[in-house]
């Protein structure tokens, strides 16, 4: 039988914390750069442009027909040689902002699709009406459509980032180490490997099931 | 104060509108009506530029709707109207409701707009409800903020798209009470409506319609007392015998 040991957690702790900041970190940015990005692409996917809509739909279309792991590479590849002619040496870890340009960009094609959905999803007589009273079509986006198209979608991006603050654990590939990297070499170096990807499992499973409850909450709260 | 000349309208293949025109004079409440499909509620989009028309011209006050040059926003934002669904924000709290378009759109201030939101809302009697949402407003209450709503951009003048259609028929007098103190204070209306109480109490002119073409366009008296066509006959003995 199988010896468990997981004496080798407690001392760990504070790195594993620093891994789980970096996590949340790097999901943070990539939810408020890939809602704001993605709402951009949303609307000029609807536009009646149809360069624009043509340009946004190839956006959205090429980000989802590759796989994470290899845009986390291109741009682990890519991003160094772009800044470092831009602005000279980063002070950052590159690997970093690699892995925040990746991911902000890869989840604002699928923030795209959710927000194009929902910014349907809203009646046309809202439109009508808002530009009945004199509003642009840019102000009744922002005013009337967005807004309403937002709260209808709270549970589908919170879904979103769940599945985002999982797929984060992809960096290891670049040698980042966040909470599924710390865990990874913690226990590699201790021998105490099985333990700590448990743990790290179960922290995972917490997070997500805690977010996933608030998530049907919310729907309950927000149906119409 | 509006001109409709010529108009002319294709959905593809379909003619929805046939070589219209009408006038509504400053002051003057003018009510389509016609059976459904007719071309009604597409001839009164036209109007604020809501729906475009391939032919002819409508002017709204010297303003041509249809031309290059139109700020439609602009044009918009000083005629009225009202909807068949009303259309309230449901985001926003009833005075936001009446608020939004003057903050946004006219350049009030906050203070202003919310002066002038209340004052509306006391006169289509719903005081009492400005901090609510839409939501937890009865129809009727609903279609007396969309009302109230448009009023607050202080419209030359105000279209109404089948106000009360979709209204619980006890409802309806409220909105239609809203609407005939709004006529007697000399608003210039352009109503598309099947409440043909309403017309003969408030109404100037009768417009009726029927497979895209206004068929008859005649002085309130005059169109219920003799109308000059069969169809429009049949199509009042049908509405007014129920």
Known sequence: ?224 | MISIKNISKWYGDFHVLKDCSTEVNKGEVVVVCGPSGSGKSTLIKCVNGLEVFQKGEILVDGVSVGARGTKLSKLRARVGMVFQHFELFPHLRVIDNLCVAQLKVLGRSKAEATEKGLKLLDMVGLQAHTQKFPAQLSGGQQQRVAIARALAMDPIAMLFDEPTSALDPEMIKEVLDVMVKLAQEGMTMMVVTHEMGFAKQVADRVIFMDNGQIVEDRLKTDFFSKPGTDRAQQFLSKILSH
Not at chain 1, 51 to 59: D, Q
Not at chain 1, 114 to 141: E, H, P, Y
Not at chain 1, 148 to 174: E, H, K, N
């Open chain 1, 1 to 224: 039988m199988y010896q468990f040991d997981w004496s080798s957690i407690p001392g760990a702790l504070p790195y594993l914390w620093q891994g789980m900041a970096r996590t949340l970190q790097i999901t943070v940015t990539a939810i408020i750069v890939g809602i704001l990005l993605g709402t951009v692409i949303a609307v000029l996917r609807l536009s009646k442009n149809s360069i624009l809509s043509s340009l946004a739909a190839l956006y959205v279309n090429g980000f989802r027909s590759i796989p994470l792991v290899m845009v986390l590479l291109w741009f682990y590849l890519l991003v160094p040689s772009v800044i470092s002619k831009i602005m000279g040496q980063p002070h950052m870890d590159i690997r970093l902002l690699s892995a925040f340009v990746a991911f902000s960009l890869f989840e604002a094609s699928y923030y795209a699709e959710i927000i194009r959905a929902g910014i349907q999803s809203i009646s046309k007589g809202q439109v009508s009406a808002g530009l009945a009273l004199g509003m642009n079509s840019g102000q009744t986006m922002r005013l009337i459509i967005l807004p309403q198209a937002f709260r209808r979608m709270t549970p589908l991006l919170l879904t979103q980032a769940v599945i985002l603050f999982q797929d984060t654990s992809l960096v290891y590939v670049i040698g980042l180490a966040e909470f599924f990297g710390v865990a990874y070499n913690t226990g590699n170096r201790d021998g105490t490997l099985v333990e700590l990807l448990l743990f790290a499992g179960a922290v995972y499973l917490v997070i997500c099931l805690s977010a996933s409850t608030l998530v049907r909450i919310l729907q309950r709260r927000l149906a119409p």
